[in-house]
T-cell receptor, first 116, second 113 residues
Framework: KAGVTQTPRYLIKTRGQQVTLSCSPI?????VSWYQQTPGQGLQFLFE???????NKGNFPGRFSGRQFSNSRSEMNVSTLELGDSALYLC???????????????FGEGSWLTVV | QKEVEQNSGPLSVPEGAIASLNCTYS??????FFWYRQYSGKSPELIMF????GDKEDGRFTAQLNKASQYVSLLIRDSQPSDSATYLC?????????????FGTGTRLTIIP
């Protein structure tokens, strides 16, 4: 069974640009969550999509957005990049059905974004 | 108060000893708890989850949950250098079927050969 796949793995952008990251969840999983990880802030929740609907949202500005497609694949977009957006962006998939098994999330390898 | 709190460490443990990692949570409604391990430069990987009071064992790992004290811990027996990593505790927040996992900041563990 294939794991969570994220692309691209590494990217460098300049301030003011925008970036789109992609995630393919584990087959059969309908929930995709996105996290930002930085050395100073740890793992911070961005948002979660379930069956193409945003179900949960963290405390990030509107520059951070996402969507989910009918095949459960998800993308997140960051517009008007700032230096502080440099981070590891992690996608995680789960069944999304609640309880211990439904809430267990599996992470992709992440996308390392550097903003210069 | 943070929803999930961990001592950031670093925690240094001699090889072969027991490493004890602790986590407290604020939401008494949390029903299950997860431990993830993250090696430097890698993504977190699930070690185990626990939802009942008491102990749950999986190989060298034992998770302990005390809901009355809102405390969950992870014990690693016979610690190996390969156990050196950051350990993240997580708990779901929200209504059943609509929860999101909230993570602690992680405890950095170093096993000393």
């Amino acid at each position: 069974k294939a794991g969570v796949t994220q692309t691209p793995r590494y990217l460098i952008k300049t301030r003011g640009q925008q970036v789109t990251l992609s995630c393919s969840p584990i087959s059969g999983h309908r929930s995709v969550s996105w996290y930002q990880q930085t050395p100073g802030q740890g793992l911070q929740f961005l948002f979660e999509y379930f069956s193409e609907t945003q179900r949960n949202k963290g405390n990030f500005p509107g520059r951070f957005s996402g969507r989910q497609f009918s095949n459960s694949r998800s993308e997140m977009n960051v517009s008007t990049l700032e230096l502080g957006d440099s981070a590891l962006y992690l996608c995680a998939s789960s069944a999304g059905t609640g309880g211990s098994s439904g809430n267990t999330i599996y992470f992709g390898e992440g996308s390392w974004l550097t903003v210069v | 108060q943070k929803e999930v709190e961990q001592n950031s460490g670093p925690l240094s443990v001699p090889e072969g000893a027991i490493a004890s990692l602790n986590c407290t949570y604020s939401d008494r409604g949390s029903q299950s708890f997860f431990w993830y391990r993250q090696y430097s430069g890698k993504s977190p990987e699930l070690i185990m989850f626990i939802y009942s009071n008491g102990d749950k064992e999986d190989g060298r790992f034992t998770a302990q949950l005390n809901k009355a004290s809102q405390y969950v811990s992870l014990l690693i027996r016979d610690s190996q250098p390969s156990d050196s990593a950051t350990y993240l505790c997580a708990a779901p927040r929200g209504n059943f079927g609509n929860e999101k996992l909230t993570f602690g900041t992680g405890t950095r563990l170093t096993i000393i050969p």
